[in-house]
């Protein structure tokens, strides 16, 4: 390179190109990185609790779940807000990563004309009008304001609601409502007999107040439905970083059409 470009040394001034070379038996594959930071980073949280769930896991267990725009969403383990930010953005049709950046906007053979109108696509896909019930709760007051900013750098800070409430004082005024909870697990030592009471608490807590709602749990504590009382109607297993964890789900009744046909 220095012979061909007749240069002594080459200075790393310009865009960032990360070649990656993934190896299987005799096979090398190369590939560019056209992102830059992981697709996982939205862009809106800068601040989070020690163990943050992904972004990215966050939407698929929403996903997951029957939840619509048109119904309740509540999550009482919010920590910084990961869950209900992602479901505000599916329920706004809101592109993941609309105000992130990406690193080969700077590759000048892409031409930023290309990323002007992708955005502009999502935007015009974008239903900013959609009014939608979501509340995150969680134990520790420092956790509810930490949700509250970043929901506040989501564009969501009028849309979500938060509060600080134990799991087990949670109530919920609507009906047919979608709660989806990512708890703690019980994984560290002296953790585990105050998360196992809570989790039978929580069992007691949502049959009694919540038996019109879906409730959606995740966890890696292989004895949850015995503790919560219940048998899932469906789980799935879902990786939460390195830990194996099952996805609970309890489906509730479905809620009451409305008179011209479409559902509540």
Avoid at 6 to 25: C, M, Q, S, T
Avoid at 238 to 253: A, E, H, S, W
Wanted: charged share 30%; glycine share 8%.
């Amino acid at each position: 390179m220095k012979k061909r470009y007749k240069r002594g040394w080459f200075d790393e001034n310009g865009p960032l190109y990360r070649i990656e070379v993934a190896l299987h038996k005799d096979i090398a594959t190369l590939t560019i990185d056209t992102s830059g930071t992981g697709l996982h980073k939205r862009g809106y949280r800068y601040l989070h609790s020690q163990a943050p769930l992904k972004e990215t896991l966050a939407a698929a267990m929403i996903m997951l779940s029957h939840w619509k725009s048109d119904r309740p969403f509540a999550d009482p383990f919010c920590g910084s807000g990961t869950i209900p930010i992602e479901a505000a953005m599916i329920g706004q049709n809101i592109a993941p990563g609309f105000n992130r950046e990406f690193v080969s906007e700077q590759w000048h053979w892409i031409g930023s004309e290309h990323w002007d109108r992708a955005r502009e696509e999502v935007e015009d896909m974008a239903n900013y009008d959609q009014p939608l019930d979501i509340l995150g709760s969680d134990i520790d007051h420092r956790m509810v304001e930490l949700a509250q900013n970043n929901a506040m750098e989501a564009g969501f800070g009028d849309l979500i609601s938060f509060k600080q409430m134990q799991v087990t004082d949670f109530r919920h005024k609507e009906e047919y409502g979608i709660l989806i909870g990512n708890p703690p697990y019980g994984e560290r030592i002296g953790e585990r007999e105050e998360v196992e009471k809570m989790y039978q608490k929580m069992g007691e807590v949502f049959r009694e107040h919540l038996e019109t709602w879906s409730i959606y749990i995740l966890t890696s504590h292989e004895g949850f439905e015995e503790l919560y009382g219940k048998q899932a109607t469906k789980k799935r297993k879902l990786y939460n970083g390195n830990i194996k964890t099952d996805y609970y789900q309890f489906f509730g009744p479905r809620p009451p059409r409305h008179p011209e046909g479409s559902q509540q």
